[in-house]
């Protein structure tokens, strides 16, 4: 027996094309809210993890249900970032269908690109949700061409092509099954719930046989433990029946607790048929991927294919003069115990033990790995890192690497600081078109190498204007040796306190990173060099004294303010031979080797 109380649906979409805000409509416009519960004035609802609001991205995929019409609507929330598509293709095996949102202005970008063969090649039913149509220079009819020209290119069947097309305002709750001529008027997203349950197919889950289950995602509860989450593939499951792993036939559990989503919160059920979402608790040793059965049954469903890190840096210890100031100090296997209990959910990540202390890292791109540094961050650690590298290939006996289409939109009087930049880092131009008379849009075919640092570059240049976005598109033959692009930097000769007459000075020779009273050690990078080599600078001296008047000179001293990079821009940032130390209140460049003198033999020995 199938089941037509329910439809499924992922709602997938670019960074920033709305995805979010539309489900904050659902959710308050389904009564999951009183009218005077806190929920109905906030944005973003979703987006409840500290990182995703400070961002404006969504990282973790989430799922809520709401009610409409006697059908119950499990929706799944998706990041639109390239850089979490380990989040995105885990969840989407969950959905029977999917709202694909493309914003009225941009039209389909290279992440809806991703996302929307992920959907189709899972054979999911698409609602095409033409979002923001009320942008002063929203383009529908060319949006629309657009989007018919992507499906035609990702389509492997017929039907795939047969999909309905509403248009909206998610911030104003709106939506309309035709292009509205004046949408100023009142409106909610009744049209889009009617669509969802006309067009997504219900679960064709079947609830007769034994249970069955693939575990798309994990939480924890500290009361209950660990949660398996995922979509019931067959039968039936309820508190106190006997599973068992389909990999391992040693071992026999117990469900303990099944739940299912109401809102944003889950509620314990007696019993969740074939189709549901469900949370299982009593199975402490399920991983994402794996399948869970009623006892006795070890074949496996098919596990989830999740597409390959593309970058590596190597994370260890803080071992800086400072270690231990302002975070708890960690060792090795703490730190191995902490990321591997990450790669439980993060399943884009990779983890290796490297020769010494350091353990190598690898992520889908900068932003995945800054999150993570991010997190630990924020969770007390001291660490330091290296720059990330690319992980290449040997493919039929020749080294290659990958490479990225890159998307960067920006006000038209940057174009110039976009076609020289991307230029210098090899990058090829594939499209350049102009949005709206105001904007404009390119396309680069690069290496992933040479979009290292390229963000953080492009933020500054810009006046934080760019969006930039990027995904792996294949691999190739390596390429030429990248020209550096970036300078020397002012190194540290001394240790202690900067002042304002030493920062003086080395503002004389480049721009600083630190500012007056800011502690330092030898070997710490304190700013950036005007030339391309490296300048060792004594910014801890004070001025001579030799009156009383110039006594309190040092205090007339103007400096410029120093250049605070972020955790992103400062992983970016860093060369070869030098590494970033991160703690819960600092980053801190420096050297590896912080001894100039050891720095000076080490480059005599390598010449």
Not at 395 to 400: H, L, N, R
């Amino acid at each position: 027996m199938n089941r037509e109380d329910i439809r499924n649906v992922a709602v997938i979409a670019h960074v920033d094309h709305g995805k979010t805000t539309l489900i904050d409509a659902f959710l308050k416009q389904t009564h999951v809210f009183r009218d005077n519960e806190e929920e109905m004035q906030e944005t973003c609802i979703l987006d409840s993890n500290d990182l995703e609001r400070e961002k404006g991205i969504t990282i973790l995929a989430k799922n809520i249900a709401v009610s409409y019409r006697g059908v119950k609507i499990n929706i799944i929330d998706t990041p639109g970032h390239a850089d979490f598509s380990g989040e995105v293709e885990r969840t989407l095996g969950m959905a029977d269908g999917a709202l694909l949102i493309i914003d009225a202005q941009e039209g389909p970008m290279p992440q809806t690109r991703f996302v929307l063969r992920k959907a189709i090649e899972l054979n999911l039913k698409i609602i095409v949700v033409i979002n923001k149509i009320d942008k002063p220079f929203a383009s529908v009819a060319e949006v629309i061409e657009k989007t018919n020209d992507l499906f035609l290119d990702l389509a492997t069947e017929a039907h795939q092509l047969d999909f309905p097309i509403l248009f909206a305002v998610g911030r104003e709750g709106k939506a309309f099954a035709d292009l509205p001529q004046d949408y100023s008027g009142s409106g909610d997203v009744v049209p889009l719930l009617d669509a969802i349950i006309a067009e997504i197919p219900a679960p064709k889950n079947d609830t007769d046989g034994d249970f069955k289950m693939v575990i798309s995602s994990l939480d924890y509860n500290p009361h209950i433990g660990r949660i398996l989450i995922g979509k019931v593939h067959r039968g039936t499951v309820s508190p106190g029946l006997k599973v068992n792993l389909t990999h391992d036939q040693n071992k026999t559990y117990t469900i303990e607790s099944v739940f299912v989503s109401q809102g944003l919160a889950r509620k314990q059920v007696d019993k969740a048929d074939a189709g549901d979402i469900v949370g299982l608790t009593g199975v402490d040793e399920g991983n994402i991927g794996q399948t869970v059965a009623s006892l006795g049954d070890f074949e496996s469903l098919p596990a989830i294919s999740i597409s390959e890190p593309t970058l590596h840096m190597d994370i260890g210890p803080n071992t800086s003069p400072f270690a231990g100031r302002e975070g708890k100090p960690s060792t090795s296997r703490q730190l191995e115990e902490r990321l591997t209990r990450e790669l439980e959910t993060n399943l884009s990540l990779r983890l290796e033990k490297g020769a010494t202390s350091k353990l190598r890292v690898s992520g889908k791109g900068e932003l995945h790995l800054s999150i993570l540094l991010e997190t630990l961050r924020r969770e007390g650690h001291e660490v330091e890192v290296s720059r990330p590298e690319v992980i290449t290939k040997t493919i039929d006996g020749v080294m290659k690497e990958p490479y990225e289409e890159v998307s960067i939109t920006v006000p038209s009087a940057y174009d110039g600081v976009i076609i020289q930049e991307l230029g210098k880092r090899l990058g090829q131009l594939i499209q350049m078109n102009p949005i709206a008379n105001r904007e404009t849009a390119f396309v680069y075919r690069m290496p992933t190498r040479a979009t290292i640092g390229l963000r953080g570059i492009l933020l500054t240049s810009t006046r934080g204007t760019a969006e930039f976005s990027s995904q792996v598109i294949g691999y190739e033959e390596m390429g030429p040796v990248l020209p550096k692009t970036r300078p020397g930097v002012l190194v540290s000769s001394e240790s202690g306190p900067a002042s304002a007459f030493g920062l003086s000075v080395a503002q004389g020779r480049g721009a600083t990173f630190v500012e007056p009273g800011t502690d330092v050690y030898e070997g710490m990078i304190i700013g950036q060099n005007s030339r391309d080599e490296d300048l060792k600078i004594n910014v801890v001296k004070g001025k001579k004294l030799t009156n009383m008047r110039s006594s309190t000179s040092d205090i007339a001293v103007q400096l410029v303010p120093p250049i605070v990079f972020s955790l992103e821009q400062s992983l970016g940032y860093v060369e070869d031979d030098e590494l970033l130390e991160i703690t819960p209140k600092s980053l801190r460049l420096r050297k590896k080797t912080l001894s100039a003198d050891d720095r000076y033999r080490q480059a005599k020995r390598e010449r």
